[in-house]
């Protein structure tokens, strides 16, 4: 592949990736609350203190609430398979499962939301799409 | 309150690469502004990924050749760096065997069709069209060709309990 593309390629990367963070910051107090939802909603899912219907609804509500998660709507629909008017509550349903089977644990998902080691968090990225996968197939 | 906000943006900003990792490695869609997809003519010689696939979808029988060059190029670190820890860890691939096991699905991907012509050249003109829906199928086609190819694998190694005599 010629370097010139691919040099292109990596410029392209990087620019793409800079402009998403930087229309992020501009709410990032609001995506703040996100946050604390989405920690706050798995730590009850780990501690079995929220009933798996209800927690699903939850998450569906967080990041319906979430401009920013469009983007991410769409690549799950893709990658799912499903409507992108299903796609958070299939994409919700799928995680709290995983969770509540132990499949992917409540540590694995906060470190993919707090960590701060890139390559781990890599991992974890592609560990999550494959059990997502695996689990929505299962059950679909 | 202020003290209660910067811990709000700090942990914000944790959140966004790990929300938006995913995002970003649509990036690897084609550069703006060119609608059709520069073609070399040459599958061991790919301008890109999409000429690769295109390649290989078209002419079936360049598949292997195809494959070694993606390979190639993954070990020279020229495809999709540092987003295929995320696609090897998606295929369950060990990190040594990243670029193979993601070249192997993407070619597999292709020829068998799980990645239409329509899509790779859509893949192609994601980024441009804030197509994030295109680039989401190409995850799950990667994923199902290389399921595919595990199990083919499986299917073709003989049985150590096979009737192969070892069982005597």
Redesign the interface.
């Known amino acids: 592949?010629?370097q010139r593309?691919?040099r292109?390629?990596?410029v392209?990367?990087a620019l793409?990736?800079c402009s998403?963070?930087a229309a992020?910051?501009a709410e990032?107090?609001a995506?703040?609350?996100?946050?604390?939802k989405?920690l706050a909603l798995i730590a009850a899912v780990d501690s079995g203190s929220i009933e798996t219907g209800d927690a699903v609804t939850q998450c569906v509500g967080n990041f319906a609430a979430e401009s920013k998660?469009e983007?991410?709507r769409?690549?799950?629909?893709?990658?799912?398979?499903v409507p992108?008017e299903a796609a958070f509550e299939t994409g919700c349903g799928a995680v709290i499962r995983l969770l509540d089977t132990g499949e992917f644990s409540a540590d694995d998902l906060r470190q993919?939301?707090?960590?701060?080691n890139?390559?781990s968090?890599?991992?974890?990225?592609?560990?999550l799409?494959?059990a997502l996968?695996f689990k929505h197939e299962a059950g679909a | 309150m202020s003290g209660n906000r910067s811990q709000r943006t700090r942990r914000s900003r944790r959140w966004i690469p790990a929300a938006l990792l995913l995002l970003s490695l649509a990036a690897c869609a084609g550069p703006q502004g060119k609608r059709e997809i520069p073609r070399s003519g040459d599958v061991s010689r790919p301008t890109n990924l999409y000429d690769l696939m295109l390649s290989v979808q078209e002419t079936p029988a360049y598949r292997e050749t195809g494959a070694k060059a993606c390979i190639r190029q993954a070990k020279a670190g020229n495809v999709l760096k540092e987003f295929l820890p995320v696609i090897a860890a998606m295929l369950d691939a060990p990190p040594e065997k990243a670029g193979k096991t993601f070249c192997r699905a993407l070619v597999e991907a292709a020829v068998a069709g799980d990645f239409s012509e329509a899509d790779i050249r859509a893949m192609y003109l994601a980024r441009q069209q804030r197509d994030f829906r295109t680039f989401g199928r190409f995850l799950r086609a990667l994923l199902v060709a290389n399921e595919r190819l595990g199990a083919q694998q499986a299917a073709a190694t003989p049985s150590l309990t096979g009737s192969a005599g070892l069982r005597n």
């Not at chain 1, 995506?31 to 604390?36: G, K, L, P």
């Not at chain 1, 769409?74 to 398979?81: E, K, Q, S, T, Y």
């Open positions: 592949m010629g593309n691919l292109s390629t990596a392209a990367l793409w990736s998403i963070t992020a910051s990032q107090i995506e703040a609350t996100f946050d604390d989405m998660t983007k991410l769409d690549v799950i629909a893709g990658f799912l398979g992108r993919l939301i707090e960590g701060k890139a390559r968090k890599a991992v974890l990225s592609g560990q799409l494959r996968y």
